[in-house]
């Protein structure tokens, strides 16, 4: 049974059986994400249940315009963007600073993220600015596609581009800072 056809069953039926299966399903990858976002064990279980929460009462604003994950994922990601910007009371994540960012000439290719030592790219991804990790994390950890981040951060697909490359020049250079006397 499709994604899709669980949710509709749920909804036409109200038998918790079958969002049980769609929990089962994505829990893991839900705390997954809210634990790489927001570093915090007992933080991230609690935003999980929440998450979950938020995915049951709006189950029927859910279309088939996207795939159920990437519906989910944008429930999750902007849960825990709106977390973070509250807990830390600074202003908002995605600002016009990083629109001032200056471009960068050429862009950093993938094979030098993929060469850091897996330690050292922890490290790196642990001292860049959340954001720049979600969408980093989006394209190579979770492998979405250009088009499903875009949805997802409701942004146009050329401004995901520009991100990601802003996001890859900025690893390079933090590394760079953390790291010296290596080579990228």
């Given at each position: 049974m499709t994604d899709f056809e669980l949710v509709q069953r749920f909804l036409s039926t109200q038998d918790p059986a079958y969002f049980n299966v769609l929990y089962d399903k994505y829990s893991s990858k839900v705390?997954?994400?809210?634990?790489s976002l927001l570093k915090d064990v007992a933080l991230a279980q609690d935003a999980t249940q929440e998450?979950?929460?938020?995915?049951?009462?709006?189950?029927?604003?859910f279309s088939e315009r996207s795939q159920f994950s990437t519906w989910v994922y944008s429930i999750?990601?902007?849960f825990c963007i709106d977390l973070i910007r509250r807990k830390q009371k600074q202003q908002a994540l995605f600002t016009d600073d990083m629109e001032k960012t200056p471009d960068v000439a050429d862009e950093v290719p993938d094979e030098e993220l993929l060469a850091m030592e897996v330690s050292r790219l922890k490290d790196v991804m642990d001292n860049i600015p959340v954001g720049d990790k979600a969408i980093l994390l989006m394209k190579y950890h979770d492998d979405m596609q250009i088009k499903e981040i875009a949805e997802v951060l409701d942004k146009t697909e050329s401004a995901i581009k520009m991100k990601l490359k802003r996001a890859k020049y900025k690893v390079q250079t933090t590394y760079q800072s953390l790291y010296p006397s290596s080579e990228a």
């Open positions: 705390y997954s994400r809210c634990i998450v979950f929460v938020k995915i049951y009462l709006n189950l029927s604003k999750t990601y902007n």
